[in-house]
């Protein structure tokens, strides 16, 4: 089981530019949260994909969107990029049904810089 | 203010010591509260989930929660060298947890 794993490991942008992430989650895993993490600072959900749809969203602008595909992997786009999106870029993935104190399993993330 | 708040060191300790890490709150409808180990260049991992007040063992790890002060605690015993990482709080206000609300972070460093 290869676990939750996110592509490209790194990327380097310029302001103005558009920037697609990628995400699959944990075997058997249907839910695909999205969550920005700058550096020196704790993770910040951005949103939540189950069903191919939206569930919930954070407090980011809605330069920050998603997709799920039927397979349940999921890309995290962002446009007109600013220098304050360099971060990285974690997925965590679950169940439907996990409840919170089950294990919600983060990837590594993406290390996206800005300039 | 932030929802959560979190020192964020960084803490070094001798191996063996006991680590006490804490974070605090404003939100008093936070009800499950988690506890993340991050590792260099790695996504964070569950460490530990209460739920409400009280105190949860496992191994050497203890968390406790005092939500009448919206304080949350986090005991290493006997720390060793491979704890060494970010140690990340995390709260929800939901049962299913669809939105978790992280701490910033505190880095300890285990010295041999």
């Known amino acids: 089981d290869a676990g939750v794993t996110q592509s490209p490991t790194h990327l380097i942008k310029t302001r103005g530019q558009q920037v697609t992430l990628r995400c699959s989650p944990k075997s058997g895993h249907d839910t695909v949260s999205w969550y920005q993490q700058a550096l020196g600072q704790g993770p910040q959900f951005i949103f939540q994909y189950y069903e191919e749809e939206e569930r919930q969203r954070g407090n980011f602008p809605d330069r920050f969107s998603g997709h799920q595909f039927p397979n349940y992997s999921s890309e995290l786009n962002v446009n007109a990029l600013l220098l304050g999106d360099s971060a990285l870029y974690l997925c965590?993935?679950?169940?439907?049904?996990?409840?919170?104190?089950?294990?919600?399993?983060f990837g590594p993330g993406t290390r996206l810089t800005v300039l | 203010q932030k929802e959560v708040e979190q020192d964020p060191g960084p803490l070094s300790v001798p191996e063996g010591a006991i680590v006490s890490l804490n974070c605090t709150y404003s939100n008093s409808a936070f009800q499950y509260f988690m506890w993340y180990r991050q590792y260099s260049r790695k996504g964070p991992e569950l460490l530990m989930y209460?739920?409400?007040?009280g105190n949860k063992e496992d191994g050497r790890f203890t968390a406790q929660v005092d939500k009448s002060s919206k304080y949350i605690s986090l005991f290493i015993r006997d720390s060793q060298p491979s704890d060494s990482a970010t140690y990340l709080c995390?709260?929800?206000?939901?049962?299913?947890?669809?939105?978790?609300?992280f701490g910033t972070g505190t880095s300890l460093t285990v010295i041999p």
């Open positions: 995390a709260m929800s206000v939901s049962y299913t947890g669809n939105q978790f609300y």
């Open positions: 209460t739920y409400s007040s």
């Open positions: 965590a993935s679950r169940t439907g049904t996990t409840l919170v104190g089950d294990t919600q399993y």
